[in-house]
């Protein structure tokens, strides 16, 4: 879908349909008088979730749609993505090509225009991809053209970015819902290498014969039980300029995961194809990175391999020996994520970055404490935490905080080597052990780790996301980049 801006009064504009957000006893004049005409004057005062389609032969547009959003005082960002989904449909109904949104609510309020037009734009881009690659096409199922935003101020460059941003995303949730018959680790190293062409980022794939000669048992002790070779896959953004701080994005790339030995059960056993979505979603922040031109030099490390019960699989009490020469005893085949990412990990440790930040549907277990509604999130640097604490709530990818005390690293000791992969058999604590086992393989880097088990699929009755990938991180992870480079540009 385009999406376009113009500095004028919509009024003046023909359109297909305009759109026009209300506040609760706010609804402009004009609006008031159009509505009575068509005798729904008093019936309509803007309240949260009403809608009202008017034809308007008295304007340029050929239809109006109203939409109520509540009193302006307890109005949210994400109600304007919501909104933004609502229109799409709206339009998709209508069978229409595209729709024009009105952004322009006179002076100070809760939320400036800028962030509403964003907003506005994320929800409506993120609600307009369908996601069904190898459905044959139904007719009147066509994604929209084009989105025109309207506004007296001058939004230009906020509805670029939300455009870019959403549709980095949107591009992780297509590569996301790739099955792990078609989305096989090698697979995945292409589909980043074609990446890195169009976006212009230094890319390289280190395959199992180099995993072995560089050490790397976590990624490789994984790996035994499936036909597929594992790999790992690095790109670079601004590689080659000086003087620019230096991030590390770590994502977890298991293709499918039955568990191993320690199988998991059929049920639900087909969406462990998602298991992928920490490196997907890595793959969308590098694309959103390289689009906005933030001025920093980014790395990204993407573990990629099945983890399946094959002949020689890993077992369990099985030890590995890992990248940073710590051993692990092997409890429980399942908890494979973090044995691959903990390579990556210490790998880009040596590298000395100022931070390095990890995605990965790593437990179960957060979706216990959080539900489908928030990030997991866990590390040693306090300040970055707290950043990306504020760049949940900006972006509506919200993150909430575990902590990583001492004595969850206690519970990671091994019998029989340094560490063991499961803290225990019943399962407390299983997010936070999860990640005091990685801390393991950060050495001094600042590290944020952040768990999107729980929010990394859409059953598609959540608001604007469909059935499938929702590529949750990407704008979490992207608005943090940048407020990450302005923060320090001020100190
Ligand atoms: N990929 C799973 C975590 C997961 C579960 C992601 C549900 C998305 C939805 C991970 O590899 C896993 O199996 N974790 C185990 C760890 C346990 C064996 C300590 C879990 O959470 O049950
Ligand atoms: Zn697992
Ligand atoms: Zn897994």
Redesign the pocket.
């Known amino acids: 879908m385009k999406v376009v801006f113009e500095q004028r009064d919509f009024r003046e504009t023909p359109a297909e349909m305009m759109v026009v957000p209300c506040f609760k006893k706010e609804v402009p004049k004009w609006a008031q008088e159009a509505l009575s005409k068509y005798g729904v004057g008093g019936d309509f005062t803007g309240e949260k979730g009403k809608t009202y389609l008017l034809p308007t032969p008295e304007m340029k547009s050929r239809r109006v749609l109203f939409i109520g959003f509540g009193r302006e005082k307890t109005v949210e960002l994400e109600d304007f993505r919501l909104a933004g989904a609502k229109m799409v449909r709206a339009a998709k109904a209508l069978k229409l090509d595209g729709f024009s949104v009105w952004v322009d609510f006179n002076g100070a309020r809760r939320h400036s225009e800028k962030d509403v037009a964003r907003a506005v734009v994320e929800g409506a881009v993120l609600a307009n991809l369908k996601l069904a690659p190898y459905k044959k096409k139904k007719r009147g199922e066509k994604e929209l053209g084009k989105m025109v935003v309207f506004s007296r101020m001058d939004l230009e460059k906020e509805v670029a970015e939300a455009a870019a941003l959403a549709r980095a995303q949107n591009y992780a949730r297509i590569v996301g819902v790739e099955p792990a018959n078609f989305m096989t680790p090698k697979k995945l190293a292409e589909t980043a290498g074609r990446l890195a062409k169009e976006c212009g980022l230094g890319f390289r794939v280190m395959g199992k014969k180099e995993l072995e000669k560089m050490g790397m048992h976590g990624i490789l002790g994984v790996s035994y039980g499936s036909a597929q070779e594992p790999v790992l896959v690095e790109l670079k953004y601004n590689a080659g300029v000086k003087g620019l701080p230096h991030i590390i994005l770590v994502g977890k790339g298991?293709t499918f995961?039955s568990?191993g030995i320690?199988i998991?059960p059929s049920k639900g056993m087909d969406?462990?194809k998602y298991?992928k979505s920490g490196a997907v979603v890595m793959l969308g922040v590098m694309r959103a990175a390289a689009e906005l031109k933030i001025p920093i030099k980014l790395t990204a490390l993407l573990p990629a391999t099945e983890n399946m019960p094959g002949g020689s699989a890993t077992k369990p009490g099985d030890i590995l020996k890992m990248y940073n020469g710590k051993s692990v005893e092997v409890i429980?085949t399942?908890?494979?994520?973090r044995l691959i990412l903990a390579d990556a990990l210490a790998y880009g440790d040596e590298m000395g970055p100022d931070l390095m930040i990890d995605a990965a549907?790593?437990?179960?277990?957060v979706?216990i404490v959080l539900g489908r509604h928030g990030i997991g999130m866990l590390g040693t640097d306090k300040a970055s935490a707290h950043l990306m604490y504020d760049c949940g709530l900006e972006c509506g990818e919200r993150v909430w905080e575990l902590p990583l005390w001492k004595e969850y690293s206690e519970m990671m000791k091994g019998d029989y080597a340094d560490l063991k992969n499961?803290g225990s058999e019943s399962?407390e604590a299983?997010t936070i052990t999860?990640a005091a086992f990685l801390k393991e393989f950060v050495g001094k880097t600042p590290w944020v780790h952040l768990d999107i088990?729980s929010v990394e699929w859409s059953d598609g009755s959540q608001g604007y996301f469909c059935k499938g990938p929702t590529g949750k991180g990407v704008r979490l992870i992207t608005t943090f980049l940048k407020r990450w480079v302005l923060n320090r540009k001020r100190k």
């Open positions: 298991i995961d568990g320690s998991k969406l462990m298991d429980n399942d908890a494979e994520g549907t790593l437990t179960g277990a979706s499961i399962g299983g999860a088990a």
